[in-house]
């Protein structure tokens, strides 16, 4: 499969963006999805994941009650709706995919897009 993100770029504090992820290839609804993101010196951080058939959801707890992943096999795209958005969210954020147990480690994932930029600044 391929991954590819969009929708990143610069938003003020308190302001909201939703990323998207296209997945090209078969099996789109085998996978389950997640975000990871990776600010400038700092390691990759889990943001959250969803499960292939959306029963199951997890974030990490810097993004909890702010960010909302969703997914839709029809179109084989996953979403990321982040509100209240701080500065500190600044980062690359990142699209993976895993068929592995739930985990939050980078290991777990074995495709991974290129990611899209996230800003958050005034």
């Known amino acids: 499969v391929q991954l590819v993100e969009s929708g990143g770029g610069l938003v003020q504090p308190g302001g909201s963006l939703r990323l998207s992820c296209a997945v090209s290839?078969?099996?789109?609804?085998?996978?389950?999805m997640a975000w990871f993101r990776q600010a400038p010196v700092k390691e990759r951080e889990f943001v959250g994941r969803?499960?292939?058939?959306?029963?199951?959801?997890g974030y990490g707890d810097s993004v909890k009650g702010r960010f909302t992943i969703s997914r839709d096999n029809a179109q084989n795209t996953v979403y990321l709706q982040m509100n209240d958005l701080k500065p500190e969210d600044t980062a690359v954020y990142y699209c993976a995919a895993t068929r592995r147990a739930w985990n939050q480690a980078e290991w777990g994932y074995q495709e991974w897009g290129q990611g899209t930029q996230v800003t958050v600044s005034a």
């Open positions: 969803i499960s292939w058939d959306a029963n199951k959801i």
């Open positions: 290839g078969r099996d789109f609804d085998t996978y389950d």
